[in-house]
Protein backbone atom coordinates (compact mmCIF):
# COMPACT_ATOMS: atom_id res chain seq x y z
CA UNK A 1 0.00 0.00 0.00
CA UNK A 2 2.49 2.63 0.72
CA UNK A 3 5.80 1.74 2.26
CA UNK A 4 6.32 4.05 5.57
CA UNK A 5 8.94 1.98 7.43
CA UNK A 6 8.35 2.68 11.10
CA UNK A 7 6.11 0.18 13.02
CA UNK A 8 2.71 1.09 13.83
CA UNK A 9 1.82 3.62 16.36
CA UNK A 10 -0.43 2.43 19.41
CA UNK A 11 -3.70 4.12 19.99
CA UNK A 12 -7.66 2.96 21.72
CA UNK A 13 -8.92 2.50 18.81
CA UNK A 14 -6.55 -0.02 17.56
CA UNK A 15 -6.24 -1.46 21.50
CA UNK A 16 -10.18 -1.78 20.63
CA UNK A 17 -9.18 -3.58 16.57
CA UNK A 18 -6.77 -5.90 18.23
CA UNK A 19 -9.09 -7.25 21.25
CA UNK A 20 -12.06 -7.85 18.56
CA UNK A 21 -9.73 -9.70 16.48
CA UNK A 22 -8.25 -11.48 19.39
CA UNK A 23 -12.04 -12.49 21.04
CA UNK A 24 -12.83 -13.56 17.48
CA UNK A 25 -15.57 -10.90 17.20
CA UNK A 26 -14.57 -10.41 14.01
CA UNK A 27 -11.92 -12.23 11.80
CA UNK A 28 -11.96 -8.87 9.30
CA UNK A 29 -11.83 -5.64 9.54
CA UNK A 30 -13.71 -3.29 7.49
CA UNK A 31 -13.47 0.35 7.63
CA UNK A 32 -14.36 2.94 5.32
CA UNK A 33 -13.78 6.71 4.72
CA UNK A 34 -17.13 8.61 3.73
CA UNK A 35 -16.38 11.99 2.29
CA UNK A 36 -19.51 14.02 1.55
CA UNK A 37 -18.26 15.13 -2.21
CA UNK A 38 -18.86 19.24 -1.59
CA UNK A 39 -15.55 20.53 -1.83
CA UNK A 40 -11.58 18.97 -2.07
CA UNK A 41 -10.81 16.98 0.84
CA UNK A 42 -8.09 19.01 3.15
CA UNK A 43 -4.95 17.88 5.94
CA UNK A 44 -8.05 16.89 8.73
CA UNK A 45 -9.66 14.44 5.73
CA UNK A 46 -6.27 12.96 5.74
CA UNK A 47 -6.11 11.77 9.70
CA UNK A 48 -9.64 10.27 8.74
CA UNK A 49 -7.55 8.45 5.74
CA UNK A 50 -4.98 6.89 7.11
CA UNK A 51 -6.61 5.78 10.57
CA UNK A 52 -9.30 3.96 8.13
CA UNK A 53 -7.20 3.01 5.14
CA UNK A 54 -3.87 2.36 7.60
CA UNK A 55 -5.88 0.62 10.19
CA UNK A 56 -7.57 -2.09 7.77
CA UNK A 57 -4.38 -2.17 5.89
CA UNK A 58 -2.25 -3.51 9.20
CA UNK A 59 -4.68 -6.02 10.13
CA UNK A 60 -5.40 -7.65 6.40
CA UNK A 61 -8.82 -6.19 6.28
CA UNK A 62 -10.43 -3.73 3.64
CA UNK A 63 -11.44 -0.40 3.61
CA UNK A 64 -14.32 1.32 1.12
CA UNK A 65 -14.25 4.90 0.35
CA UNK A 66 -17.90 5.59 -0.02
CA UNK A 67 -19.57 9.16 -0.90
CA UNK A 68 -21.82 10.44 1.59
CA UNK A 69 -23.76 12.09 -1.45
CA UNK A 70 -27.18 12.41 0.43
CA UNK A 71 -27.29 16.15 -0.29
CA UNK A 72 -27.79 16.67 -3.52
CA UNK A 73 -27.75 20.44 -3.63
CA UNK A 74 -23.98 20.96 -2.34
CA UNK A 75 -22.61 17.90 -4.00
CA UNK A 76 -21.00 17.35 -7.76
CA UNK A 77 -19.34 14.60 -9.57
CA UNK A 78 -16.44 16.97 -9.73
CA UNK A 79 -15.52 17.11 -6.48
CA UNK A 80 -16.07 13.04 -6.01
CA UNK A 81 -13.12 13.21 -9.01
CA UNK A 82 -11.00 15.38 -6.90
CA UNK A 83 -11.53 13.49 -3.77
CA UNK A 84 -11.05 9.77 -5.77
CA UNK A 85 -7.35 11.30 -6.55
CA UNK A 86 -6.63 12.81 -3.63
CA UNK A 87 -7.03 9.96 -1.95
CA UNK A 88 -5.04 7.71 -4.10
CA UNK A 89 -2.30 10.37 -4.07
CA UNK A 90 -2.15 10.12 -0.21
CA UNK A 91 -0.99 6.48 -1.25
CA UNK A 92 -3.96 4.68 -0.12
CA UNK A 93 -6.66 2.07 -2.41
CA UNK A 94 -10.01 1.60 -1.69
CA UNK A 95 -11.10 -2.16 -1.69
CA UNK A 96 -14.78 -0.67 -3.65
CA UNK A 97 -15.87 2.52 -3.99
CA UNK A 98 -19.53 2.71 -3.41
CA UNK A 99 -21.87 5.78 -2.55
CA UNK A 100 -24.67 6.32 0.20
CA UNK A 101 -26.91 6.99 -3.06
CA UNK A 102 -26.15 3.29 -4.03
CA UNK A 103 -28.40 2.16 -1.19
CA UNK A 104 -31.60 5.10 -1.96
CA UNK A 105 -33.78 2.07 -2.23
CA UNK A 106 -32.83 -0.02 0.55
CA UNK A 107 -32.75 3.29 3.01
CA UNK A 108 -36.25 3.69 1.69
CA UNK A 109 -37.24 0.48 2.07
CA UNK A 110 -35.35 -0.13 5.48
CA UNK A 111 -37.87 3.35 6.45
CA UNK A 112 -40.98 1.86 5.19
CA UNK A 113 -40.21 -0.99 7.73
CA UNK A 114 -40.15 1.38 10.18
CA UNK A 115 -43.15 3.12 9.60
CA UNK A 116 -44.88 -0.44 9.02
CA UNK A 117 -44.06 -1.14 13.14
CA UNK A 118 -44.66 2.35 14.39
CA UNK A 119 -41.32 3.56 14.46
CA UNK A 120 -41.52 6.56 12.06
CA UNK A 121 -44.18 8.98 11.02
CA UNK A 122 -44.57 11.25 8.46
CA UNK A 123 -45.02 15.25 10.43
CA UNK A 124 -46.14 17.80 8.15
CA UNK A 125 -45.35 20.72 10.87
CA UNK A 126 -42.99 23.04 8.96
CA UNK A 127 -39.31 23.57 10.35
CA UNK A 128 -39.82 26.31 12.52
CA UNK A 129 -42.02 24.10 14.06
CA UNK A 130 -40.09 20.91 14.57
CA UNK A 131 -37.02 22.87 15.91
CA UNK A 132 -39.12 24.79 18.31
CA UNK A 133 -41.36 21.56 19.97
CA UNK A 134 -37.55 19.87 20.05
CA UNK A 135 -37.28 21.30 23.24
CA UNK A 136 -34.22 22.52 24.96
CA UNK A 137 -31.07 20.53 26.57
CA UNK A 138 -32.93 21.63 29.74
CA UNK A 139 -36.41 20.42 28.71
CA UNK A 140 -37.91 18.07 27.24
CA UNK A 141 -39.63 18.19 23.36
CA UNK A 142 -43.58 18.22 23.05
CA UNK A 143 -45.08 15.72 20.68
CA UNK A 144 -45.73 16.65 17.16
CA UNK A 145 -49.90 16.61 16.49
CA UNK A 146 -48.65 13.94 13.63
CA UNK A 147 -46.82 11.76 16.13
CA UNK A 148 -49.79 9.20 16.06
CA UNK A 149 -51.07 8.94 12.54
CA UNK A 150 -51.92 5.54 11.32
CA UNK A 151 -49.28 3.08 9.99
CA UNK A 152 -51.76 3.18 7.39
CA UNK A 153 -51.71 7.11 6.98
CA UNK A 154 -47.97 7.10 7.41
CA UNK A 155 -47.47 4.54 4.34
CA UNK A 156 -49.31 6.50 2.13
CA UNK A 157 -48.05 10.00 2.38
CA UNK A 158 -44.29 8.83 2.36
CA UNK A 159 -45.14 7.40 -0.04
CA UNK A 160 -46.24 10.62 -1.87
CA UNK A 161 -43.43 12.31 -0.63
CA UNK A 162 -41.29 9.96 -2.52
CA UNK A 163 -42.94 10.06 -5.70
CA UNK A 164 -42.83 13.82 -5.85
CA UNK A 165 -46.60 14.94 -4.95
CA UNK A 166 -45.92 17.17 -2.20
CA UNK A 167 -43.42 20.35 -2.52
CA UNK A 168 -40.18 20.82 -0.30
CA UNK A 169 -40.85 21.06 3.45
CA UNK A 170 -44.61 20.02 3.53
CA UNK A 171 -43.36 16.90 5.31
CA UNK A 172 -40.57 15.11 6.87
CA UNK A 173 -40.24 11.45 7.86
CA UNK A 174 -39.16 10.97 11.41
CA UNK A 175 -38.24 8.12 13.66
CA UNK A 176 -40.67 8.07 16.40
CA UNK A 177 -38.08 7.50 19.25
CA UNK A 178 -38.37 9.51 22.63
CA UNK A 179 -39.51 13.64 22.55
CA UNK A 180 -38.35 13.60 26.64
CA UNK A 181 -34.53 12.11 25.99
CA UNK A 182 -31.87 13.47 27.81
CA UNK A 183 -30.30 13.35 24.28
CA UNK A 184 -31.90 15.78 21.35
CA UNK A 185 -30.41 13.37 18.51
CA UNK A 186 -32.92 11.15 20.14
CA UNK A 187 -36.00 13.36 20.02
CA UNK A 188 -37.86 12.20 16.78
CA UNK A 189 -34.88 12.95 14.41
CA UNK A 190 -35.86 13.55 11.19
CA UNK A 191 -34.53 10.65 8.96
CA UNK A 192 -36.09 12.52 5.07
CA UNK A 193 -36.86 15.44 4.02
CA UNK A 194 -38.00 16.46 -0.01
CA UNK A 195 -36.06 17.96 -2.33
CA UNK A 196 -36.84 18.15 -5.75
CA UNK A 197 -33.55 18.78 -7.25
CA UNK A 198 -31.62 16.34 -9.09
CA UNK A 199 -28.88 14.16 -7.79
CA UNK A 200 -25.85 13.96 -9.80
CA UNK A 201 -25.58 10.28 -9.58
CA UNK A 202 -29.45 9.41 -9.59
CA UNK A 203 -30.69 12.12 -11.60
CA UNK A 204 -34.35 12.50 -11.44
CA UNK A 205 -35.13 9.49 -9.44
CA UNK A 206 -35.66 10.60 -5.79
CA UNK A 207 -37.75 13.36 -5.14
CA UNK A 208 -36.50 12.49 -0.59
CA UNK A 209 -33.06 12.36 0.51
CA UNK A 210 -32.19 10.85 3.62
CA UNK A 211 -30.96 12.09 6.30
CA UNK A 212 -26.99 11.86 7.37
CA UNK A 213 -27.41 9.74 10.51
CA UNK A 214 -29.92 7.55 8.36
CA UNK A 215 -27.97 6.94 5.59
CA UNK A 216 -24.85 6.27 7.44
CA UNK A 217 -25.36 3.61 10.18
CA UNK A 218 -27.06 1.92 7.12
CA UNK A 219 -24.63 1.92 4.49
CA UNK A 220 -22.09 1.08 7.29
CA UNK A 221 -23.88 -1.90 7.65
CA UNK A 222 -24.87 -2.97 4.09
CA UNK A 223 -20.94 -3.01 3.40
CA UNK A 224 -20.15 -5.20 6.80
CA UNK A 225 -17.90 -2.42 8.06
CA UNK A 226 -16.94 -3.60 11.55
CA UNK A 227 -15.35 -0.46 13.47
CA UNK A 228 -17.50 2.74 11.74
CA UNK A 229 -14.22 5.44 12.92
CA UNK A 230 -15.69 9.34 12.82
CA UNK A 231 -15.16 12.60 14.50
CA UNK A 232 -15.80 13.33 18.27
CA UNK A 233 -18.99 15.48 17.76
CA UNK A 234 -20.84 12.54 16.30
CA UNK A 235 -20.48 10.91 20.05
CA UNK A 236 -24.00 12.21 20.88
CA UNK A 237 -24.93 10.89 17.79
CA UNK A 238 -23.88 7.06 18.57
CA UNK A 239 -27.27 6.37 20.64
CA UNK A 240 -28.70 6.97 17.54
CA UNK A 241 -26.75 5.30 15.02
CA UNK A 242 -27.22 2.13 17.77
CA UNK A 243 -31.11 3.17 17.15
CA UNK A 244 -31.57 2.81 13.64
CA UNK A 245 -29.69 -0.61 13.16
CA UNK A 246 -31.36 -1.94 16.34
CA UNK A 247 -34.88 -1.32 14.67
CA UNK A 248 -34.11 -2.22 10.97
CA UNK A 249 -34.14 -5.84 9.55
CA UNK A 250 -29.54 -6.43 9.75
CA UNK A 251 -27.45 -8.80 10.46
CA UNK A 252 -24.19 -6.18 10.48
CA UNK A 253 -23.82 -3.49 13.28
CA UNK A 254 -20.65 -1.82 13.32
CA UNK A 255 -19.22 -0.41 16.08
CA UNK A 256 -19.23 3.49 16.04
CA UNK A 257 -16.15 4.81 17.52
CA UNK A 258 -14.99 8.62 17.76
CA UNK A 259 -12.28 10.31 17.99
CA UNK A 260 -10.71 14.27 17.67
CA UNK A 261 -10.44 15.90 14.84
CA UNK A 262 -7.41 16.93 13.58
CA UNK A 263 -7.00 20.38 13.69
CA UNK A 264 -4.06 22.95 12.92
CA UNK A 265 -3.28 26.57 14.01
CA UNK A 266 -3.36 29.32 11.41
CA UNK A 267 -5.53 28.15 8.86
CA UNK A 268 -9.58 26.91 8.36
CA UNK A 269 -10.68 23.56 8.00
CA UNK A 270 -13.82 23.36 6.78
CA UNK A 271 -15.20 22.64 3.27
CA UNK A 272 -18.00 24.94 3.77
CA UNK A 273 -15.10 27.84 4.15
CA UNK A 274 -12.90 26.89 1.88
CA UNK A 275 -15.19 26.50 -0.64
CA UNK A 276 -15.76 30.31 0.39
CA UNK A 277 -12.45 31.45 0.36
CA UNK A 278 -12.26 29.99 -3.34
CA UNK A 279 -15.30 31.09 -4.50
CA UNK A 280 -14.61 35.02 -3.29
CA UNK A 281 -11.43 34.40 -4.64
CA UNK A 282 -9.28 35.11 -1.45
CA UNK A 283 -6.87 32.44 -2.85
CA UNK A 284 -6.21 31.38 -6.30
CA UNK A 285 -8.33 27.82 -6.46
CA UNK A 286 -8.62 24.98 -4.19
CA UNK A 287 -5.08 24.07 -4.85
CA UNK A 288 -3.40 27.18 -4.33
CA UNK A 289 -0.30 26.44 -2.76
CA UNK A 290 -1.37 28.25 0.71
CA UNK A 291 -4.60 26.38 1.58
CA UNK A 292 -4.68 23.52 3.90
CA UNK A 293 -6.84 21.22 1.01
CA UNK A 294 -4.67 17.95 -0.08
CA UNK A 295 -4.66 19.51 -3.53
CA UNK A 296 -2.69 23.16 -1.93
CA UNK A 297 -0.32 20.64 0.09
CA UNK A 298 0.48 18.72 -3.03
CA UNK A 299 1.10 21.84 -5.33
CA UNK A 300 2.95 23.41 -2.36
CA UNK A 301 5.57 20.49 -2.65
CA UNK A 302 4.35 18.17 0.45
CA UNK A 303 4.69 15.01 -0.38
CA UNK A 304 2.46 12.05 0.62
CA UNK A 305 4.73 10.66 2.35
CA UNK A 306 5.63 13.74 4.77
CA UNK A 307 1.78 13.93 5.21
CA UNK A 308 1.03 10.19 6.62
CA UNK A 309 4.52 10.51 8.48
CA UNK A 310 2.93 13.68 10.05
CA UNK A 311 -0.14 12.30 11.27
CA UNK A 312 1.20 9.24 12.25
CA UNK A 313 3.47 11.07 14.82
CA UNK A 314 0.44 13.05 15.96
CA UNK A 315 -1.20 9.91 16.90
CA UNK A 316 -5.14 9.15 17.80
CA UNK A 317 -7.18 10.25 20.83
CA UNK A 318 -10.04 11.52 22.49
CA UNK A 319 -8.87 14.82 23.65
CA UNK A 320 -9.26 17.99 20.61
CA UNK A 321 -5.86 19.79 20.32
CA UNK A 322 -4.94 22.36 17.97
CA UNK A 323 -1.53 21.19 16.12
CA UNK A 324 1.29 24.27 15.50
CA UNK A 325 1.50 24.64 11.74
CA UNK A 326 5.48 23.96 12.26
CA UNK A 327 4.70 20.66 13.18
CA UNK A 328 3.43 20.36 9.84
CA UNK A 329 6.61 22.16 7.93
CA UNK A 330 8.89 19.96 10.04
CA UNK A 331 7.09 17.14 8.57
CA UNK A 332 7.94 17.91 5.00
CA UNK A 333 11.38 19.56 6.26
CA UNK A 334 12.53 16.30 7.83
CA UNK A 335 11.06 14.65 4.18
CA UNK A 336 12.57 17.17 1.89
CA UNK A 337 16.17 17.22 4.28
CA UNK A 338 16.48 13.49 3.18
CA UNK A 339 15.28 12.98 0.05
CA UNK A 340 15.71 16.65 -1.96
CA UNK A 341 18.37 17.33 -4.52
CA UNK A 342 20.69 19.77 -3.28
CA UNK A 343 21.25 22.86 -6.11
CA UNK A 344 22.02 26.48 -5.65
CA UNK A 345 19.39 29.81 -6.81
CA UNK A 346 20.09 33.24 -6.16
CA UNK A 347 16.43 34.77 -5.29
CA UNK A 348 17.80 38.63 -4.86
CA UNK A 349 20.87 38.52 -7.16
CA UNK A 350 23.93 41.17 -6.96
CA UNK A 351 26.55 40.55 -9.73
CA UNK A 352 30.04 39.54 -8.81
CA UNK A 353 32.92 39.87 -11.28
CA UNK A 354 35.74 38.22 -11.24
CA UNK A 355 38.54 39.62 -12.68
CA UNK A 356 41.12 37.15 -12.90
CA UNK A 357 39.32 34.62 -14.19
CA UNK A 358 39.65 34.29 -17.72
CA UNK A 359 37.50 35.41 -20.05
CA UNK A 360 35.03 34.29 -22.75
CA UNK A 361 36.00 31.22 -20.31
CA UNK A 362 33.96 28.45 -18.38
CA UNK A 363 33.78 25.20 -16.62
CA UNK A 364 31.77 22.61 -15.09
CA UNK A 365 32.49 21.80 -11.54
CA UNK A 366 30.81 18.69 -10.17
CA UNK A 367 28.86 18.97 -6.89
CA UNK A 368 26.67 16.56 -4.27
CA UNK A 369 23.68 16.04 -4.93
CA UNK A 370 23.27 15.72 -1.32
CA UNK A 371 25.56 15.90 0.85
CA UNK A 372 24.90 12.77 2.92
CA UNK A 373 24.22 9.98 0.83
CA UNK A 374 26.49 9.57 -2.25
CA UNK A 375 23.96 7.08 -3.94
CA UNK A 376 22.20 10.36 -5.16
CA UNK A 377 24.56 10.88 -7.22
CA UNK A 378 26.66 14.11 -8.69
CA UNK A 379 25.77 16.89 -10.56
CA UNK A 380 27.99 19.56 -12.71
CA UNK A 381 27.43 23.28 -11.88
CA UNK A 382 28.61 25.95 -14.28
CA UNK A 383 31.23 28.74 -13.38
CA UNK A 384 32.08 31.23 -15.42
CA UNK A 385 33.81 34.75 -15.12
CA UNK A 386 30.68 36.50 -13.43
CA UNK A 387 28.24 35.09 -11.10
CA UNK A 388 25.33 36.35 -9.07
CA UNK A 389 25.45 35.60 -5.05
CA UNK A 390 22.34 37.08 -2.64
CA UNK A 391 22.37 40.56 -2.17
CA UNK A 392 22.26 40.20 1.25
CA UNK A 393 25.23 38.03 1.38
CA UNK A 394 27.40 41.05 0.29
CA UNK A 395 27.84 44.31 2.35
CA UNK A 396 29.72 47.41 1.93
CA UNK A 397 30.08 47.95 5.74
CA UNK A 398 29.15 45.35 7.68
CA UNK A 399 28.77 44.46 11.33
CA UNK A 400 31.80 42.62 13.37
CA UNK A 401 30.05 38.89 13.21
CA UNK A 402 29.10 39.26 9.39
CA UNK A 403 31.30 36.34 7.96
CA UNK A 404 29.96 36.50 4.17
CA UNK A 405 31.70 38.94 1.44
CA UNK A 406 32.46 42.61 2.35
CA UNK A 407 35.47 44.84 0.86
CA UNK A 408 38.80 43.12 1.27
CA UNK A 409 37.39 40.15 2.66
CA UNK A 410 37.10 36.78 1.60
CA UNK A 411 34.66 34.18 1.48
CA UNK A 412 34.13 30.68 -0.10
CA UNK A 413 32.29 30.25 -3.21
CA UNK A 414 29.86 26.55 -2.34
CA UNK A 415 31.64 24.18 -4.43
CA UNK A 416 33.99 25.87 -5.67
CA UNK A 417 37.01 28.26 -4.58
CA UNK A 418 37.62 31.01 -2.03
CA UNK A 419 37.30 34.60 -3.26
CA UNK A 420 38.10 38.14 -2.27
CA UNK A 421 36.52 41.19 -2.58
CA UNK A 422 38.81 44.11 -4.22
CA UNK A 423 36.45 46.63 -5.83
CA UNK A 424 32.67 47.30 -6.10
CA UNK A 425 30.80 49.59 -8.28
CA UNK A 426 28.10 52.00 -7.35
CA UNK A 427 25.31 53.47 -9.05
CA UNK A 428 24.34 57.15 -9.12
CA UNK A 429 22.20 56.88 -6.25
CA UNK A 430 24.93 55.22 -4.14
CA UNK A 431 23.81 51.46 -4.24
CA UNK A 432 26.33 48.86 -5.03
CA UNK A 433 25.60 47.59 -8.26
CA UNK A 434 28.79 45.00 -8.90
CA UNK A 435 30.94 43.55 -6.89
CA UNK A 436 34.65 42.75 -8.21
CA UNK A 437 36.80 39.98 -6.98
CA UNK A 438 39.85 37.92 -7.07
CA UNK A 439 39.50 34.23 -6.93
CA UNK A 440 42.31 31.95 -5.48
CA UNK A 441 42.66 29.24 -7.75
CA UNK A 442 44.67 26.80 -5.31
CA UNK A 443 41.34 26.88 -3.28
CA UNK A 444 39.66 24.81 -4.88
CA UNK A 445 38.56 21.40 -4.03
CA UNK A 446 40.97 18.67 -4.72
CA UNK A 447 44.01 20.72 -4.64
CA UNK A 448 46.39 21.87 -1.35
CA UNK A 449 44.46 25.28 -0.86
CA UNK A 450 40.89 23.77 -0.26
CA UNK A 451 41.87 23.26 2.78
CA UNK A 452 42.52 26.76 3.77
CA UNK A 453 39.75 27.74 6.61
CA UNK A 454 37.39 30.76 5.59
CA UNK A 455 34.44 31.51 7.97
CA UNK A 456 32.06 32.18 5.72
CA UNK A 457 30.16 29.80 2.56
CA UNK A 458 28.53 31.62 0.32
CA UNK A 459 25.65 30.27 -2.70
CA UNK A 460 26.13 31.66 -6.71
CA UNK A 461 24.77 30.94 -9.50
CA UNK A 462 27.62 31.16 -13.11
CA UNK A 463 25.81 34.43 -14.47
CA UNK A 464 26.37 32.96 -18.42
CA UNK A 465 24.69 29.78 -17.44
CA UNK A 466 22.20 31.12 -15.03
CA UNK A 467 18.29 30.98 -15.74
CA UNK A 468 16.13 33.59 -14.71
CA UNK A 469 13.44 32.26 -12.64
CA UNK A 470 9.84 33.04 -11.50
CA UNK A 471 9.74 32.02 -7.24
CA UNK A 472 6.73 32.37 -4.86
CA UNK A 473 7.30 32.89 -1.43
CA UNK A 474 4.31 31.87 0.71
CA UNK A 475 3.34 32.53 4.12
CA UNK A 476 0.51 31.23 6.88
CA UNK A 477 -2.59 32.49 5.04
CA UNK A 478 -4.52 33.34 8.16
CA UNK A 479 -2.25 36.59 10.49
CA UNK A 480 -3.76 34.79 13.85
CA UNK A 481 -3.49 31.10 15.19
CA UNK A 482 -7.51 30.55 15.71
CA UNK A 483 -8.99 32.62 12.92
CA UNK A 484 -12.57 31.25 14.23
CA UNK A 485 -11.93 31.99 17.85
CA UNK A 486 -13.33 35.50 17.68
CA UNK A 487 -17.40 35.43 17.70
CA UNK A 488 -17.50 38.28 16.99
CA UNK A 489 -15.78 39.21 13.76
CA UNK A 490 -15.56 37.00 10.64
CA UNK A 491 -13.12 34.71 9.94
CA UNK A 492 -11.85 36.40 6.69
CA UNK A 493 -10.91 39.82 7.98
CA UNK A 494 -7.60 37.43 9.46
CA UNK A 495 -6.60 36.46 6.33
CA UNK A 496 -2.97 37.35 6.38
CA UNK A 497 -2.57 40.08 3.32
CA UNK A 498 1.19 39.42 2.83
CA UNK A 499 0.52 35.30 2.47
CA UNK A 500 2.00 35.95 -1.17
CA UNK A 501 5.78 37.53 -2.26
CA UNK A 502 6.48 36.76 -5.82
CA UNK A 503 10.42 37.29 -6.55
CA UNK A 504 10.91 37.52 -10.51
CA UNK A 505 14.40 37.89 -10.81
CA UNK A 506 15.56 34.90 -8.83
CA UNK A 507 18.38 32.98 -10.79
CA UNK A 508 18.81 29.20 -10.74
CA UNK A 509 21.08 26.67 -11.65
CA UNK A 510 19.97 25.42 -15.27
CA UNK A 511 19.39 22.18 -14.19
CA UNK A 512 16.30 23.38 -12.17
CA UNK A 513 14.98 25.31 -15.33
CA UNK A 514 14.87 21.87 -16.86
CA UNK A 515 12.52 20.55 -13.83
CA UNK A 516 9.16 19.15 -14.40
CA UNK A 517 5.95 20.02 -12.19
CA UNK A 518 6.47 18.52 -9.16
CA UNK A 519 10.19 18.10 -8.77
CA UNK A 520 11.59 19.10 -5.86
CA UNK A 521 15.43 20.99 -4.15
CA UNK A 522 16.93 22.18 -1.79
CA UNK A 523 17.95 25.36 -2.31
CA UNK A 524 21.07 25.19 -0.54
CA UNK A 525 21.33 27.76 2.25
CA UNK A 526 17.88 29.16 1.68
CA UNK A 527 14.98 26.65 1.76
CA UNK A 528 13.08 23.62 0.00
CA UNK A 529 11.27 24.73 -3.53
CA UNK A 530 8.97 22.64 -5.70
CA UNK A 531 8.38 23.22 -9.27
CA UNK A 532 4.90 24.67 -9.64
CA UNK A 533 2.41 23.16 -12.12
CA UNK A 534 2.13 26.26 -14.21
CA UNK A 535 5.30 26.17 -15.19
CA UNK A 536 5.71 25.64 -18.37
CA UNK A 537 8.75 24.24 -20.91
CA UNK A 538 9.02 28.05 -22.28
CA UNK A 539 8.55 31.24 -20.25
CA UNK A 540 10.08 31.83 -16.72
CA UNK A 541 10.36 28.70 -15.05
CA UNK A 542 7.92 29.08 -11.72
CA UNK A 543 9.07 27.39 -8.17
CA UNK A 544 6.89 27.57 -4.73
CA UNK A 545 8.56 27.57 -1.70
CA UNK A 546 7.78 24.60 0.28
CA UNK A 547 9.55 25.56 3.50
CA UNK A 548 12.08 27.38 4.82
CA UNK A 549 15.68 25.41 5.76
CA UNK A 550 14.43 25.85 9.65
CA UNK A 551 11.58 27.34 11.27
CA UNK A 552 12.46 30.54 11.79
CA UNK A 553 8.43 32.09 11.72
CA UNK A 554 8.64 30.19 15.27
CA UNK A 555 11.04 32.34 16.28
CA UNK A 556 10.25 35.89 15.14
CA UNK A 557 6.17 35.90 15.84
CA UNK A 558 5.97 33.83 19.09
P1 LIG B 1 -15.86 19.50 6.54
O1 LIG B 1 -16.63 20.39 7.45
O2 LIG B 1 -14.46 19.90 6.38
O3 LIG B 1 -16.57 19.30 5.25
P2 LIG B 1 -16.84 17.01 7.31
O4 LIG B 1 -16.64 16.19 8.51
O5 LIG B 1 -18.19 17.57 7.07
O6 LIG B 1 -15.77 18.12 7.30
P3 LIG B 1 -16.84 14.89 5.47
O7 LIG B 1 -16.66 14.92 4.01
O8 LIG B 1 -18.18 14.55 6.00
O9 LIG B 1 -16.39 16.28 6.00
O10 LIG B 1 -15.74 14.02 6.17
C1 LIG B 1 -15.35 12.73 5.77
C2 LIG B 1 -14.70 12.06 6.92
O11 LIG B 1 -13.54 12.80 7.32
C3 LIG B 1 -15.61 12.00 8.13
O12 LIG B 1 -15.52 10.70 8.69
C4 LIG B 1 -15.07 13.03 9.05
O13 LIG B 1 -15.31 12.72 10.39
C5 LIG B 1 -13.59 13.04 8.70
N1 LIG B 1 -12.97 14.33 8.99
C6 LIG B 1 -13.35 15.54 8.55
N2 LIG B 1 -12.58 16.51 9.05
C7 LIG B 1 -11.68 15.89 9.86
C8 LIG B 1 -10.61 16.34 10.67
N3 LIG B 1 -10.32 17.64 10.77
N4 LIG B 1 -9.89 15.42 11.34
C9 LIG B 1 -10.19 14.12 11.25
N5 LIG B 1 -11.18 13.62 10.50
C10 LIG B 1 -11.92 14.50 9.80
MG1 LIG C 1 -19.83 17.31 6.14
Known sequence: MNNDSTPPVSHFIRNIVVRDLESGKHDKIVTRFPPEPNGHLHIGHA????LNFGIAAEFGGTTNLRFDDTNPLKESEDFAQAIMNDVRWLGFKWSELRHASDYFQQLYDHAVYLVRNGRAYVDSQDAEQIRTSRGTLKEPGTDSPFRDRSVEENLVLFEKMKIGKFADGEHVLRARIDMASPNINLRDPVIYRIRKVPHHRTGDSWNIYPMYDWAHGISDAIEGVTHSLCTLEFEDHRPLYDWFLENIQTACHPQQIEFARGNLDFTVMSKRKLRQLVEEGHVAGWDDPRMPTIAGLRRRGYTARAIRAFWKQAGVAKSESIIPMGVLENAIRNDMNENAPRVMAVLDPIKVVLDNYPEGESEWLQAPSHPQKPEMGERSVPLSREIWIERGDFMEDPPRK??????????????????????????????VVEVHCEYDPQSRSGLPGAARKIKGTIHWVSAEHGVGAEIRLYDRLFNVATPLADKDRDYREFLNPDSLHTLTSAVVEPAVAQGKPGDFYQFERVGYFCVDQESKATGLPILNRTVSLRDSWAKLNR
Open 47 to 50: KSIC
Open 402 to 431: FFRLRPGGEVRLRNAFIIKCTDIRKNAAGE
